[in-house]
């Protein structure tokens, strides 16, 4: 069922009214199942067919359907000139985009991983991020720089690093970080239609989840404003934050605590910046307890950028304790399963730490 | 002269039985002037190319008045420049063009205005040719809010439609120019891009990345490198281990030109330029030319080369000089047009100096501004967590 009504969402709606019974409520399929994966190539599929100045280019995006499967489809639908594959050239292919965004056309730059994208740190940085500034308006970069970041399974050091941090550093960038699939679809959507350049921060591990997506979401126009949180879970005693894959453990640990009476609130940042403090004051003041849960390292990262700003806010004065942060360990990704296990937050993880924030 | 034109004078009284005398005198510039001489140019060192720019140059009186004014333009803009750095009212960067001028002058003459073009930081003069006044580059290099860039950029972040700067990352540049040839094949406008560099950053990967995928995908970008010799303070042969810039293209045509002869440099640009045009993909320019000035203001340029060397270009090869002399010679114009031209030029750039002294310094209100480009405004935290800055865009 899930499968056929994902063809008809892809086929367009006039499959749909077309099958659509006389007489019946007039909507089209209700909530559906769809992966991560799935979600980021309809939101490609629907930009690319909406503007034709969005393109995407990357290694293995065109032939070879993506590295991750994401743009699969893409290049048998639109084509050499809208998929590009690039010999693997980072900093080469990363500048071209970034010029080709600032000639008229809304490039999507793929990174196989974002720790390939340090190759390429400067034309994000210093020709993409900072030029509407130093031309005082007059040059324009709309472009959006996506792929997988984070920790992944196996992959050890090198390819397991999180760049929120660094990326979120910058002004000039918008950088997010959706969790579940309707986060991806609205989130990638809003960023390719930003005229500004946004790192999009996706996770290896969650392209293949499948999460529930409302109807509304589904739509074609569907987007998520970059710089508001969501609040996945309401509670009243503790309020835990956290982006991309860490949300769903927040939320399994909510579900282990709810037995034990503990109530959490837990808040899905998806965007890193501009982040949405306002949504963390006022759960903070409603709770008075906060934890920051990120797979990152904990020195000067997301969980350290929280803690200053609730410090500098209003919320502060209704802190009972003060702000925890579960982070990764502050060690480069290891190899084997139990000591990559140990090196990332873990749901026991972020329940100790609620509890002792919670001083129960 | 005046001797001739009374004879001319007085034999048109004979032959219209008026006096013309008038208007003899009114339209001496165009009776004469030779208004056209073909000139013999250097011949372009070729690699991968059996057919090169030709070996001869039209130019007319028109054109030579022209260039002659772009360049003296930038030279006097650049010699205030230096002025006003020293006297401390520029501050930080400033890389200047003084030598160079003939590249930007004859590459211009070879494209439209609806072509692009991006370059390094020796920029002030390409930022004149594609279209900004000299008022505004020198309130830029002040930081004032008169200037192209409100203040914000300063000597290397210039930029007008259709010129991409202006860029401070060495090598960054070209692969940014590549992307804009990218657009302009992807929106079939048959539009091409020219991505200049110099002969230090010749060495930078991102370049031959950029080499890679340009011929790859025939995107319609012409490869300029200003090889002005020295890469700061590094000279070519220290710094490669091949100084034939124009054959580092490898699979991509080059052609090496006199850069000191803006006729040269136009003629191999054009052809450059219908090469891209015709849908061959990439080409490859090395232009030898040659700075006066040190590597940026910080540096006197004295010490990795002799006063001797920098007196002999100026006084065998330079691009200004050699212009005026083949216009004169030719009888293209005359001593006093030039002197008139020169006095013009001199007022410009000493009303845009004043400017740019006394134009108002970017309002505080301003520092925020321009970080997002169509976003509703947004708060900017200050130094300190009481400080909450508006940034509109």
Known sequence: ?????????????????????????????????????????????EELERDERVYLLGEEVAQYDGAYKVSRGLWKKYGDKRIVDTPISEMGFTGIAVGSAMAGLRPICEFMTFNFSMQAI???????????????????????????????????????????????????????????????????????????????????????????????????????????????????????????????????????????????????????????????????????????????????????EICAKIMEGPAFNYLDAPVTRVTGVDIPMPYAKILEDNSVPQIKDIIFSIKKTLNV | MKSMLSAISNALCRVTGRKVAGTVVASRSYADFTPRVTFDIKKCDLH????????????????????????????????????????????????????????????????????????????????????????????????????????????????????????????????????????????????????????????????????????????????????????????????????????RGDFIPGIRVDGMDVLCVREATKFAADHCRSGKGPILMELQTYRYHGHSMSDPGVSYRTREEIQEVRSRSDPIFMLKERMLSNNMASVDEFKEMDTAIRQEVEEAAQFAMSDLEPPLEDLCNHIFANNPPLDVRGTNQWSTLKSIS
């Not at chain 1, 710089?227 to 009243?236: H, L, V």
């Open chain 2, 48 to 247: 991968g190319l059996e057919v090169g720019p030709p070996l001869k140059a039209e130019l007319t009186r028109a054109q030579g008045l022209e260039y002659y004014r772009t360049m003296q333009t930038v030279r006097r803009m650049e010699l205030k420049a230096d002025q006003l750095y020293k006297q401390k009212i520029i501050r930080g960067f400033c890389h200047l063009y003084d030598g160079q001028e003939a590249c930007a002058a004859g590459i211009e003459a070879a494209i439209n205005l609806s072509d692009h073009l991006i370059t390094a930081y020796r920029a002030h003069g390409y930022t004149f040719t594609r279209g900004v006044s000299v008022k505004e580059i020198m309130a830029e290099l002040t930081g004032r809010k008169g200037g192209v860039a409100k203040g914000k950029g300063g000597s290397m972040h210039m930029y007008a439609p259709h010129f991409y700067g202006g860029n401070g990352i060495v090598g960054a540049q070209v692969p940014l120019g590549a992307g804009v040839a990218l657009a302009c094949r992807y929106q079939g406008n048959d539009q091409i891009c020219v991505s200049l560099y110099g002969d230090g950053a010749a060495n930078q990967g991102q370049i031959f990345e950029t080499f890679n995928m340009a011929a790859l995908w025939k995107l319609p970008c012409i490869f300029v490198c200003e090889n002005n010799k020295y890469g700061m303070g590094t000279s070519v042969e220290r710094a490669s281990a091949s100084t034939d810039y124009y054959k």
């Open chain 1, 122 to 304: 400067d034309q994000v940085i210093n020709s993409a991020a900072k030029t509407y500034y130093m031309s005082a308006g007059l040059q324009t970069v709309p472009i959006v720089f996506r792929g997988p970041n984070g920790s992944s399974a196996g992959v050890a050091a090198q390819h397991s690093q999180c760049f929120a941090a660094w990326y979120a550093h910058c002004p000039g960038l918008k950088v997010v970080s959706p969790w579940n699939a309707e986060d991806a679809r609205g989130l990638l959507k809003a960023a390719i239609r930003d005229d500004n350049p946004v790192v999009f921060l996706e996770n290896e591990l969650m392209y293949g989840v499948a999460f529930e997506m409302s109807e509304e979401s589904q739509s074609k126009d569907f987007t998520i404003p970059i710089g508001k949180a969501k609040i996945e879970r309401q509670g009243n005693h503790v309020t835990l934050v956290s982006h991309s894959r860490c949300v769903g453990h927040c939320l399994d640990a909510a579900a282990v605590l709810a037995k034990e009476g503990i109530e959490c609130e837990v808040i899905n940042l998806r965007s890193i910046r501009p982040m949405d403090v306002e949504s963390i004051e006022t759960s903070v003041m409603k709770t008075n307890h906060l934890v920051t849960v990120e797979g990152g390292w904990p020195q000067f990262g997301v969980g350290s």
């Open chain 1, 1 to 45: 069922m899930a499968t056929s009504l994902k063809c008809f969402l892809r086929a367009g709606k006039n499959v749909v009214s077309v099958l659509r019974p006389r007489g019946f409520h007039s909507s089209a399929p209700a909530a559906v199942q769809v992966t991560v994966r799935d979600a980021l190539n309809q939101a490609m599929d």
